[in-house]
């Protein structure tokens, strides 16, 4: 008789069902408000995948698994019941503390994977983004799941995950092509990877190729957001650069303007305040956890969201919603800072308490 292999669940995996389940039930507890929706987000988009859900329809410019998934919960719930497009977002959502606990896991220990799902269920921009029917919450998804596969202890076996990844964020988002590079440098066998890299996307490059009437990279040039302009506002030829200072200050600032806030409601006006602050400062933590704890062995599974937002700051016009798939290493980086914080201070506290207990012997 055959045996059947037993299922061995990962250590503590009761506490990752609980921070999974809390996360779940935040996102749809708020899934009926409308005082969430991100300040800024572009309208004309969200309309256009819309319609495109609605008759189930593909453009040249926007990833087919987004639209089909929209489509899917149009057909089952009618395309009017944005609360269940939000639920689903949301559920998404919940699926990164599963993820960032076992990227923490991997790097580090299981304290800093638990602390990072903590921090990851109710970290505000992955609950107000879940209002949003444009894909920010699925490229999230999708680049941590990259960093995921790219925490294996044998990067050999990593080669074909960190493609198929690879080849379903691009069916997710164009933008995500920014990424591949990264994913490239960390996979060992490259030819593997450009192999089944190539196989997912080329019927969609065929069918977009056939579309336009010429060669496409899979989605039309523009559709990446590609912005390397030169010329500025003022005609002084420093345009490159300003847009560069412009996009750090998006990606390390508080990322709105006082115009914007004047136009919304008190309710999202709040809502836009914390997730501000809430990036702030985990931002600053988790740049402090890089420097002190980042390793070389660590460069595997870093490398595609640093390098990936490195160049989204250096060619596109970088928005609010392009910093989430960083936010998913810095939590990992923050958890592991808070979790050294916490040992150095048990460890002041026990050193002191046996300086006492000795004194008191001495005595």
């Not at 998913?328 to 808070?338: D, F, S, T």
Request: one cysteine or more; aromatic letters at 10%; a positive charge.
């Amino acid at each position: 008789m055959k045996r059947f292999r037993t299922i061995r669940l990962p250590e503590g995996w009761e506490y990752l069902l609980i921070l999974f389940m809390a996360a779940v039930a935040i996102r749809l507890v708020l899934a009926g408000t409308t005082s969430l929706s991100p300040v800024g987000d572009k309208g004309g988009a969200e309309h256009f995948i819309d319609s495109l859900a609605r008759t189930g329809s593909l453009s040249t410019t926007n990833g087919p698994i987004h639209v089909y998934l929209l489509a899917i919960v149009y057909r089952l719930f009618g395309a009017e019941n944005r609360t269940a497009v939000v639920a689903m977002q949301g559920l998404v959502g919940a699926s990164i503390v599963i993820l960032v606990w076992f990227i923490g896991t991997r790097l580090f220990d299981r304290r800093t994977g638990f602390v990072a799902g903590a921090i990851a269920a109710v970290y505000p921009d992955y609950i107000i983004f879940q209002h949003s029917i444009l894909p920010h919450l699925l490229l999230l998804a999708a680049a941590t799941a990259l960093t995921a596969a790219a925490t294996g202890r044998r990067r050999k076996d990593a080669t074909v995950p960190l493609a198929l990844i690879s080849g379903l964020g691009m069916l997710v988002a164009p933008v995500f092509a920014f990424f591949l590079p990264g994913a490239f440098l960390s996979a060992r066998r490259k030819r593997l990877f450009v192999v089944v890299l190539c196989v997912i996307l080329l019927p969609l490059a065929v069918r977009n190729s056939a579309v336009r009437r010429r060669p496409v990279p899979v989605y039309t040039t523009w559709a990446y957001g590609l912005d390397v302009g030169s010329s500025g506002r003022m005609g002084d030829g420093w345009g490159y650069v300003h847009r560069c200072y412009g996009n750090l200050d998006m990606l390390f600032g508080k990322a709105w303007h006082a115009g914007e806030l004047k136009t919304i409601s008190d309710e999202m006006r709040t809502s836009t305040y914390v997730a501000s602050y809430a990036w702030t400062a985990m931002m600053l933590l988790g740049i402090a956890g890089l420097a002190r704890y980042h390793s070389r062995r660590h460069l595997d599974a870093t490398l595609p969201l640093l390098l990936g937002t490195t160049l989204l700051v250096l060619f596109t016009r970088f928005e609010v919603p392009l910093r989430l798939p960083l936010s998913a290493l810095l939590i990992v980086y923050a958890a592991r800072a808070l979790t050294g914080i916490h040992a150095r201070a048990a460890a002041c506290v026990s050193a002191a308490r046996l300086r006492t207990k000795t004194e008191v012997i001495d005595r």
